[in-house]
Antibody
Framework: QVQLEQSGAEVKKPGASVKVSCKASGYTFTGYYMHWVRQAPGQGLEWMGWINGNNGDTNYAQKFQGRVIMTRDTSNSTAYMEVTRLRSDDTAMYYC??????????????WGQGTLVTVSS | DIQMTQSPSSLSASVGDRVTITCRASQSINNYLNWYQQKPGNAPKLLIYAASSLQSGVPSRFSGSGSGTDFTLTISSLQPEDFATYYCQQSYSTPRSFGQGTNLEIK
């Protein structure tokens, strides 16, 4: 079955960087886009961007341009999302999520379990 | 960027009730609208894609409708396991914006 397994919780200081991994299994990694979505404590879902599993092309929400880097390692079926220059308001649960295309429709059918990133001095 | 607005933000209802949640897009998104359910401590789960297509395994009491800018998610007869937060998301363009969520609580 399709699974996305994320790396463990992280605690970082303001100004540091964090890199979250998302290992995919049960499907052909290069055939799908991977979204990254975050959720601050008690808040809603925020789309950060996506990466094309085939060619590595990325599309970031403007809010994260220049501070977030999405990469992938096809040999390991793993997507990565790095946030640099961390601030306290980056404290959130970070999810990877697989994109599905059906005709012209696009939706997320599988989510990782989430990685909690806490930014605190 | 397309803004997605859900109403209400919170809703109290009883088991067996029929419930409707609305999602409005700031511009036309055709039928490129998905609905997700999230329970505390869990990742979201897909319910409806392309405005009205029921994801495999999702109970038929969930249904979606709409096109253009106005969409609805309806639960025909609330079950205890349906109390959760619901999000709409547009897939017409990037950024793939979500609504702010509707928290469905037990009355």
């Amino acid at each position: 079955q399709v699974q996305l397994e994320q790396s463990g919780a992280e605690v970082k200081k303001p100004g540091a960087s964090v890199k979250v991994s998302c290992k995919a299994s049960g499907y052909t990694f290069t055939g799908y886009y991977m979204h990254w979505v975050r959720q601050a404590p008690g808040q809603g879902l925020e789309w950060m961007g996506w990466i094309n599993g085939n060619n590595g092309d990325t599309n970031y929400a403007q809010k994260f341009q220049g501070r977030v880097i999405m990469t992938r390692d096809t040999s390991n079926s793993t997507a990565y999302m790095e946030v640099t220059r961390l601030r306290s308001d980056d404290t959130a649960m970070y999810y990877c999520a697989r994109d599905i295309r059906r005709g012209s429709a696009s939706y997320i059918d599988t989510w990782g379990q989430g990685t909690l990133v806490t930014v605190s001095s | 960027d397309i803004q997605m607005t859900q109403s209400p933000s919170s809703l109290s209802a009883s088991v067996g009730d029929r419930v409707t949640i609305t999602c409005r897009a700031s511009q036309s998104i055709n039928n490129y609208l998905n609905w997700y359910q999230q329970k505390p401590g869990n990742a979201p789960k897909l319910l409806i894609y392309a405005a009205s297509s029921l994801q495999s395994g999702v109970p038929s009491r969930f249904s979606g409708s709409g096109s253009g800018t106005d969409f609805t998610l309806t639960i025909s007869s609330l079950q205890p396991e349906d109390f959760a937060t619901y999000y709409c998301q547009q897939s017409y363009s990037t950024p793939r914006s979500f609504g702010q969520g509707t928290n469905l609580e037990i009355k």
